[in-house]
């Protein structure tokens, strides 16, 4: 379930709750980043957490003249950074933290679905980089920024909760998968260090055991990683 645009504290905490109470989703993104907390999107949060649901949230774009916004700066969230595709870090990213883990994926010049926007200005910035795209079935853009890389993470988490439960009975790990501190195992497995951030590199990661997932057992891979408590 995805959370993209900037709404009053009141939608969002409709929203969230909906999404964790009545559809009962396993992961939501977050591309957004507001000013200040707010109480009832913080109660919904720690909802999320005690249900198992994962939050996946944009840091922000703002380099170094600001810190991570909210949601991403709270605990129980996954604050999601942006690297470009060599896996650096992208100038508008917040400078790592020191108090919590800073993951980060690709955010730069991701290509993105997006409406055609018939009667806009042809000048104007909902036209501007606009591509005929055929793999898409329609219009794209290639887009930068944290928002972009929060929902690469989310589905990414995605897919391999969907493989967790079609291989359960081969994942063996006393941490739950579908966990807040499982999906910390997960995405630190398949970071590489550098520069103050775990950078999510699905086919290579920690020690590289990810590196073959296609050709070996991806449940084994999966079982090491989720084992590890570092």
Known sequence: YTLHTLFPYTTLFRSLKYAIDVWKVDVISMSFGLKAPDLDVEAQILNAYRKQVILCAAASNDGYRKGVTFPANDMH???????????????????????????????VNVRSTWP????????????????????????????????MATPVAAALIANVFAYGRANAARISSQQPLKSSE???????????????????????GKSRRFNKYKTTDFAATLSVTLNEED
């Open 116 to 147: 055609t926007f018939p009667n806009a200005n042809p000048n104007s910035k909902q036209k501007k980089g606009v591509i005929i795209d055929k793999k898409l079935e329609g219009t794209a853009k290639y887009m930068s920024g944290t928002s």
């Open 77 to 107: 969230v996954f604050c999601i950074n942006a690297s470009d595709g060599d896996g650096i870090a992208a100038p508008f990213t917040p400078p790592p933290r020191t108090d919590n883990v800073n993951f980060s994926i690709l955010g």
């Open 182 to 204: 499982g999906v910390r195992r997960l995405l630190k497995g398949m970071s590489k260090k550098g520069n103050g951030y775990d950078t999510i590199v699905p086919w290579d």
